[in-house]
Every structure is written in structure tokens, then in C-alpha cells.
């Protein structure tokens, strides 16, 4: 289980950077039209591993398996601004925690958008360049998709810059199709979209499951010798 939490926590670092850059307002997310499941590949540090993002309305259902038998999937209400983690081996839900306020001290990331353009899976993009201290990012935006969100995992890196990030580029308010993070000259973390399909998707996606418990953190602590 430690070890699927490890994927996940560096998956949720790499979209945090990329949600940072695509942060919508309220009114861009009530104006998001499309219906229908964006599958990726993210590689990382730990390896790679599949995730699938649906979007319908206010709602984002976001899945990701870590090694065989261990998956988690992210539920995320625009409307009341929450997120939620369901552990479906375990028949369990935790809502996970806000973001820690923004650190005005903290040095904000250079964002620059370079006017290059691309089709990716069929989509006009842009790209973005993003420096944060030695990291730097290319991402590939579309506005046909909506805006993207970033279930919440509080606490990780980049995070103390999400205002700053807003109010210089959120109102281009786009969804990452290819996304490249580098320290250095060395390739930390890879986000590609595989697969685009507009469908109809079925409310219950959406909703904590009937049975499942809320989980208690207690349950992670070890029991003292």
C-alpha cells in the first residue's frame, strides 16, 4: 500500500504544477461543456502507470492503478469545491485535505507562453514554458476540453503558488494534453494523453459508492511494542 501512495503522491506533484497553470475561475468551470473520458500515461520517477480522467458538469472522476490489485480513484465536486479519495479494495472513502495557504514570500514560477502551437490526438495546443526553481515544465494546452482540476493533496510542492499562478495565467483556462517536467537536463515526470472519447457518462461515476466507510487515518498508525 506505502508503495502505491509513493506513485500517487509523485503523480499528484507533476498535476499539481500542471493545474497551477490551468487554475480556472468559478465561471469558466460552469461554462465546461464536454462530456467524456481523456485517458493518459504518467511516467515518473517510480515508473508508469495508466489514469483516467472524466469530466461531466461540475463533476471529475479520476482513476489510477498503482501495482496489480492496488487502485485508487479521485472524485472532485467544482460546485462545493471537494475532493475525495475512494479505496476500492478497502470499500473506504476519505476526503482528502485543502492546499495549505499561499506563501507570499516564496519566489513565484516564470510562466512564459511561447506562440507555438500543435494538434495533439486532434486538438489545436499551445505551449506553455514554466520555470519553478530547477524545475522546468512544456505544457501542451487545448480550450476545447475545458478547464482541468487537480483533485487536492495538501502539502505538496508548488502548491504555495497557486494564486500567483492564477492571476498571471488562469484565465486561459485550458486542459493539459502533453505535459514534460525536467530538474535539470534529467526527466522527472511525463504526462501523455492517449485517448479522447466524447460519451455519455452515468451520474453514479460521480458518487461515493452505497456501503463504503469513511476512512480513519488511525487505521495507518502502528500499534506501539
Known amino acids: 500500500m506505502n508503495q502505491f501512495f509513493g506513485k500517487i503522491s509523485l503523480t499528484a506533484m507533476m498535476l499539481t504544477l500542471i493545474a497551477l497553470v490551468l487554475a480556472a475561475s468559478p465561471s469558466l468551470v460552469r461554462a465546461q461543456s464536454f462530456e467524456g473520458v481523456i485517458e493518459f500515461t504518467v511516467t515518473g520517477e517510480r515508473g508508469t502507470m495508466p489514469m483516467t480522467y472524466m469530466m461531466k458538469g461540475d463533476n471529475v472522476r479520476v482513476e489510477m492503478e498503482g ?19 475512494l479505496m476500492e479494495q478497502m470499500k473506504m472513502y476519505m476526503e482528502l485535505p485543502a492546499p495549505p495557504p499561499p506563501d507570499s514570500s516564496a519566489p513565484k514560477p516564470e510562466i512564459t507562453k511561447t506562440g507555438k502551437t500543435q494538434k ?25 476540453l475545458g478547464p482541468f482540476q487537480l483533485f487536492k493533496m495538501g502539502g505538496r510542492q508548488g502548491q504555495n503558488n497557486v494564486e500567483a499562478w492564477q492571476k498571471m495565467v488562469g484565465s486561459e483556462g485550458g486542459f493539459p494534453l502533453l505535459a514534460t517536467t525536467k530538474e535539470g537536463d534529467t526527466e522527472i515526470s511525463k504526462m501523455v494523453a492517449t485517448n479522447v472519447e466524447k460519451k455519455s457518462l452515468d451520474d453514479s461515476l460521480f458518487k ?12 495507518m498508525r502502528r500499534p506501539r511494542q
Do not use: H
Not at 501495482?67 to 479519495?85: C, H, Q, V, W
Not at 495533439?120 to 501542451?140: A, H, M, P, Q, T
Open 208 to 219: 461515493i459508492p452505497e456501503g463504503y466507510k469513511q476512512f480513519d487515518s488511525s487505521m
Open 120 to 144: 495533439i490526438l486532434g486538438y489545436d495546443c499551445e505551449e506553455f514554458l514554466i520555470k519553478d526553481g530547477d524545475r522546468n515544465s512544456e505544457v501542451w494546452i487545448t480550450k476545447d
Open 67 to 85: 501495482r496489480p490489485g492496488m487502485k485508487a480513484d479521485f472524485l472532485i465536486d467544482t460546485k462545493e469545491n471537494k475532493s475525495y479519495m
